[in-house]
């Protein structure tokens, strides 16, 4: 059964010329079709296929593919693209018995052409390339491929496009097979190396991007974390060297407690290294639990000792300037726990399974 690790080749090619030029290759270039076909089966690997008319490579290749196959194995191994107007005339020989090998997929609208070419720079779509004679449609698909680039394995033992392409290979890469040194079976174990590599050239890319954006990320979260604990630092400031008049005071601690639970959350952020989290979530979660865990910590002691909230209060005294800053203290953790209940919260939700249990009738 295909799966999200199986290499998916396109087949492309035909006999036309060929058998208006040299007929007497057909049934050669057929076989040897049939041979590829056997390999890539035994490799593991998958098909995507377009035509089935006897003068076309894919018939042939199908053909072998699926005479190679373990009995029950191979499931959706075969991806038959086809138009809308083809949908009576692309049809293979095996379907009929081993229709859970072939997997259609549809073009939108009528024309073939576009959406052929289309294909073959879908990322998800081909991981590689087999070309057999042919000529102007198989000479673009092997450009197209060489331009994205994916790995090509163009079959030189006979005329058309694919030996064009080949000739233009062999000129870049010193490795590449030629059929008249090496068998079908040795052309595609060197395909399906090629493959590997490439696979692992996306995978580091893709690790390189998202070192990239966690880098980004950290960056961004410690311009944040920067500017809230200077911010912070402000307050405390005015909270205790330079203190407003007592009417003002309790607005300054509140800017405080949030400022401090947000320095707090930010700070999280930063140490757990998660690029999924943004920064303005962490700012603002952590403002609403400083704010709150400092206001419960201050209350008990305003409710014994008013300072401040007195109406009659005139100065600020060293006990308002002791609550002040021991609330701030308490507000710093209390954003840098909400933060990481916010994230184990969120995981668990994305984790869990949503499920109804509808009312019975």
């Not at 018939?59 to 086809?82: D, E, F, K, Q, T």
């Not at 998660?274 to 700012?283: H, K, V």
């Not at 409710?303 to 507000?331: N, R």
């Amino acid at each position: 059964m295909a799966n999200e690790s199986t290499p998916f080749v396109a087949v492309i090619g035909g006999f036309w010329d060929l058998q208006r030029d040299n007929p007497a290759k057909v049934d050669d270039a057929k076989n040897m079709a049939k041979e590829l076909g056997a390999a890539l089966a035994n490799e593991g690997m998958g098909l995507v296929v377009y035509f089935s008319n006897d003068e076309s490579l894919e018939p042939h290749v199908v053909s072998g593919y699926v005479a190679a196959l373990p009995a029950g194995a191979g499931a959706g191994s075969i991806r038959v693209r086809y138009a809308e107007s083809q949908k009576n005339t692309v049809r293979f020989v095996e379907q009929t018995t081993h229709r859970d090998v072939f997997a259609p997929i549809l073009f939108a609208g009528n024309d073939w052409e576009a959406p052929f070419y289309r294909s073959l720079v879908d990322a998800d779509g081909v991981d590689a390339v087999l070309l057999m004679a042919g000529w102007r449609s198989t000479l673009i698909a092997g450009q197209i491929a060489l331009a994205r680039p994916l790995p090509v394995l163009a079959v030189d033992k006979f005329d058309g496009a694919a030996g064009i392409i080949r000739t233009e290979l062999a000129t870049t890469s010193r490795d590449y097979p030629s059929s008249s040194t090496h068998s079908p079976l040795q052309l595609v174990t060197w395909l399906k190396a090629k493959c590997a590599a490439r696979r692992k050239q996306l995978d580091l890319a893709l690790d390189r991007e998202r070192s990239y954006l966690k880098l980004a990320s950290q960056r961004r979260k410690g311009f944040w974390a920067t500017a809230a604990f200077i911010a912070l630092l402000v307050i405390v400031f005015f909270g205790m060297a330079q203190a407003p008049s007592p009417g003002l005071y309790p607005f300054l601690t509140f800017a405080g407690l949030i400022v401090a639970g947000a320095t707090g959350a930010l700070i999280r952020s930063i140490m757990t290294g998660t690029e999924q989290s943004d920064p303005t979530t962490s700012l603002l979660l952590g403002g609403v639990a400083g704010f709150a865990v400092g206001l419960a910590y201050l209350i008990p002691q305003w409710v014994g000792a008013p300072g401040v909230l007195k109406p009659s209060a005139t100065v600020v005294e060293a006990t308002d300037k002791i609550q002040f800053i021991s609330a701030l203290l308490v507000a710093i953790p209390a954003g840098v726990g909400f933060d990481t209940v916010f994230s184990r919260m969120q995981r668990q939700m994305e984790n869990q399974p949503i499920s109804y249990t509808g009312a019975k009738g």
